[in-house]
């Protein structure tokens, strides 16, 4: 007996055991749809015209008119369908003329007869995203209110500016390379800036609606997204004003510097993962060490009391940086091709080690773009490293002429032993 219900029905076949399982199917998806909207109901005292019982009649109806289609008629299933939608038209005029004019119910009812006929056809894990998608939205209905309300005008004109870019702007650019080396790609260029903004943004709406006093630790994960030298700068500063917080301005700033090794290994993973071969164990590392840093100051330092700091990431999305950046990379990428014709492996190296005095995703991606094609594999991957060890120097000095003497000696001792942690896994990519 086939039991292989996971897959669409081929040449019109379905075997008894097939039926019931998908039958089953259909009748839990509306069961967890309708208990939902049941539940919805007593929770925020409203009238709903469908409840549970309803709701798995309904995808039992989608289930039943799509197997009816398939052995007479596929009006059948389109028949179903317009009654249904029809029953839902009736019963929001009547609800809307008493002053409820919420349609959420009556659009999951139309979903629901749907997902009965999308699971007949055999699309059963289709059907179960969709549905979990659904109970989300559903559910999610007090939550996205209040986030609506917290929304302001300047954040949603740069919602609207972030889609127009990355759904309007970026399918049309040129996918064809350019200029000196033709490693210029317009297209590859604007996903570089759609990136950077995007991460930007994110972070600005997840420390927007996660709350201001979580704590310098997940503000320093957040801002590590964007830029590990951001909050080294920005946590130096703030620990001459607070030097009773050095400890904790350090754990963020550990914090920071981790998530910034996993960024390379994100970046390098998009734009060439054959590097990341050998290149995985050097960066474990000095993710392993730079972790370690982290945990054991913060460990040290748990109980103590905490006052709570954020980093302003300033615009909610800011568009000039961005751009800056992308104009950064190209020029990265002329930068790293003319070493790299001109003189060798110690003109790559060079440029990736000035490269990082900002931060490192510029080098990252460029190198990692040219590694295998027009650079040898081995030198993007000691070009990688090299920028990480430049860019910890950097922090270093940064820490050390902006920061409170405690916040020195933390920083010194813990990026010490980074930098230690860089030079072993260079040594090891290169043995």
Do not use: H
Not at 6 to 26: A, C, H, K, W, Y
Not at 299 to 325: C, E, H, R, Y
Request: charged share 10%.
């Amino acid at each position: 007996m086939d039991t292989n219900f996971l897959s669409p029905i081929e040449n019109g076949q379905l075997t008894e055991f097939d039926f019931v399982i998908r039958m089953l199917v259909t009748a839990g998806i509306g069961f967890v749809l309708g208990l939902e909207r049941e539940y919805s109901q007593y929770s925020q005292k409203v009238e709903i015209f469908a409840g549970l019982r309803t709701f798995m009649l309904v995808a039992l109806l989608g289930f039943l008119t799509a197997f009816l289609g398939t052995e007479f008629s596929n009006w059948i299933f389109i028949v179903g369908f317009l009654s249904v939608v029809c029953i839902v038209a009736i019963s929001y005029w009547v609800t809307s003329n008493k002053g409820n004019i919420d349609g959420t119910t009556e659009f999951a009812i139309i979903f629901t007869f749907l997902l009965g006929g999308l699971v007949f056809t055999g699309n059963i894990n289709l059907s179960l995203a969709i549905t979990v998608i659904t109970v989300v939205l559903l559910s999610l209905k007090v939550t996205l209110r209040s986030i609506i309300g917290q929304i302001t005008q300047t954040e949603l004109f740069a919602f609207v500016r972030f889609v127009v870019i990355a759904l309007l702007i970026l399918p049309f650019l040129p996918n064809e390379y350019y200029g000196p080396y033709e490693v210029i790609n317009p297209r590859e260029v604007g996903w570089v800036i759609v990136l950077t903004s995007g991460i930007g943004f994110v972070g600005y709406i997840l420390m927007k609606f996660l709350g201001t006093n979580r704590g310098i630790l997940l503000t320093s994960i957040l801002g590590g997204l964007v830029s590990s030298t951001l909050v080294t700068f920005t946590f130096s500063k703030k620990s001459k004003e607070n030097p009773e917080l050095s400890q904790n301005y350090a754990v963020g700033i550990f914090a920071a510097a981790t998530i910034m090794v996993l960024r390379i290994f994100l970046l390098v993973f998009i734009f060439n993962k054959m590097m990341l071969i050998q290149l995985t164990i050097p960066l474990l590392i000095i993710l392993i060490t730079a972790f370690g840093i982290t945990l054991f100051l913060y460990n040290s330092n748990f109980g103590k009391p905490q006052t709570i700091d954020k980093i302003v990431l300033g615009d909610p999305l800011n568009i000039k940086n961005a751009v800056f950046f992308g104009i950064f990379y190209t020029g990265i990428l002329l930068l790293v091709s003319y070493a790299n014709e001109t003189y060798g492996t110690s003109g790559i190296y060079i440029s990736s080690a000035i490269s990082a005095l900002t931060d490192i995703d510029a080098i990252a991606i460029s190198v990692s773009k040219l590694g295998g094609n027009t650079m040898n594999t081995l030198f993007a991957q000691n070009a990688i490293l090299i920028a990480t060890l430049s860019n910890t120097i950097v922090k270093i000095g940064i820490a050390v002429f902006t920061g409170s003497q405690k916040l020195k000696k933390y920083v010194l001792v813990g990026y010490g032993f980074i930098f230690i942690a860089g030079i072993i896994g260079f040594l090891v990519l290169n043995l």
